[in-house]
């Protein structure tokens, strides 16, 4: 069982920039690919930024590719979502989720945090 708790969410002029944290419970923190996803009002959750548990490998969505840096530190079981250049378009509620890999290879995600609000202003 892993717990996530998200945090440094808040109100942001667009432009600006905000460093949203991850903290996770449990030993097995090194074992778990991590996310960010969010979900705006009337959207659908979108994965934002991923990376492995292992090497580090790291994927973006198109939108915030080159704006997003997503870290992790193993020794605090923490995942951190860099987020530079904001727009209103990033707007939403973010989470964080831990999973692995499902049998054909895919992400797949077991547990998520209760998210933390994202507003940018103009």
């Known amino acids: 069982q892993v717990q996530l708790v998200e945090s440094g969410g808040g109100l942001v002029q667009a432009g600006g920039s905000l460093r949203l944290s991850c903290a996770a419970s449990?030993?097995?923190?090194?074992?778990?690919?991590m996310g960010w996803f969010r979900q705006a009002p009337g959207k659908e959750r979108e994965l934002v930024a991923r990376i492995s548990s292992s090497t580090g490998d790291t994927r973006y969505a198109g939108s915030v590719k080159g704006r997003f840096t997503i870290s992790r530190d193993n020794a605090k079981n923490t995942v951190s979502l860099l987020m530079n250049n904001v727009t209103r378009d990033d707007t939403a509620r973010y989470y964080c989720?831990?999973?692995?890999?499902?049998?054909?290879?895919?992400?797949?995600?077991?547990?998520w945090g209760q998210g933390t609000q994202v507003t940018v202003s103009p």
């Open positions: 989720a831990a999973g692995g890999l499902s049998t054909i290879g895919s992400d797949e995600y077991y547990y």
């Open positions: 449990g030993r097995t923190f090194i074992n778990y690919i």
